[in-house]
T-cell receptor, first 112, second 114 residues
Framework: NAGVTQTPKFRILKIGQSMTLQCTQD?????MYWYRQDPGMGLKLIYY???????DKGEVPNGYNVSRSTTEDFPLRLELAAPSQTSVYFC???????????FGDGTRLSIL | AQSVSQHNHHVILSEAASLELGCNYS??????LFWYVQYPGQHLQLLLK??????LVKGIKGFEAEFIKSKFSFNLRKPSVQWSDTAEYFC????????????FGAGTRLFVKA
């Protein structure tokens, strides 16, 4: 049972490039989340999904897009990378709302 | 707006000292409350959670937290900290009326001196 798997673990992008951060969970969880973690700022919610085909904005959605075509996958897309998007990104999932989150190991993204 | 506020950004304690980390939230509806810990280089791990019932909840590693509804607070406590408790601690809240959108506080970085 792998839990929540994020790829890649590290990535360096140039300004203006695009990329997709992958997140997959094998626990059949309905709810999935993307956060970014910046020093001293805690985790900020980017987007979340309550099930396949349903996504909603979090606290800091600008510059990102998501899709949820299956229960297992919740990719996060950066279309035009900017230095302000340098951060550590965490994906998380839960089976229902009243449960603690299962986190992936994170993706460390640097944009230069 | 929904928010979680952690009052202390940095805390330094000596081993065996008592710990209390503050957490206040602004979130409508019936809330679910969580405390997570993040050790250096790792992802967040659950310390304890509150959904309903006894407002004093006990978690792993000797941590406990008390939910005070009238104060919108969920403070984390530990009677005697150890060097191994050095980590960052996050309070989080969600609610079924918020579509289970989970909001985190900014975190409190705890350093325990041996």
């Amino acid at each position: 049972n792998a839990g929540v798997t994020q790829t890649p673990k590290f990535r360096i992008l140039k300004i203006g490039q695009s990329m997709t951060l992958q997140c997959t969970q094998d626990m059949n969880h309905n709810y999935m989340y993307w956060y970014r973690q910046d020093p001293g700022m805690g985790l900020k919610l980017i987007y979340y999904s309550v099930g396949a085909g349903i996504t909603d904005k979090g606290e800091v959605p600008n510059g990102y897009n998501v899709s949820r075509s299956t229960t297992e996958d919740f990719p996060l897309r950066l279309e035009l990378a900017a230095p302000s998007q340098t951060s550590v990104y965490f994906c998380a999932s839960i089976p229902d709302g009243a449960q603690p989150q299962h986190f992936g190991d994170g993706t460390r993204l640097s944009i230069l | 707006a929904q928010s979680v506020s952690q009052h202390n950004h940095h805390v330094i304690l000596s081993e065996a000292a008592s710990l209390e980390l503050g957490c206040n939230y602004s979130y409508g509806g019936t809330v679910n409350l969580f405390w997570y810990v993040q050790y250096p280089g790792q992802h967040l791990q659950l310390l304890l959670k509150y959904f309903s019932g006894d407002p004093l909840v006990k978690g792993i590693k000797g941590f406990e937290a008390e939910f005070i509804k009238s104060k919108f607070s969920f403070n984390l406590r530990k009677p005697s900290v150890q060097w191994s408790d050095t980590a960052e601690y996050f309070c989080a809240v969600n609610s079924n009326t918020g579509g289970f959108k989970t909001i985190f506080g900014a975190g409190t970085r705890l350093f325990v001196k041996a």
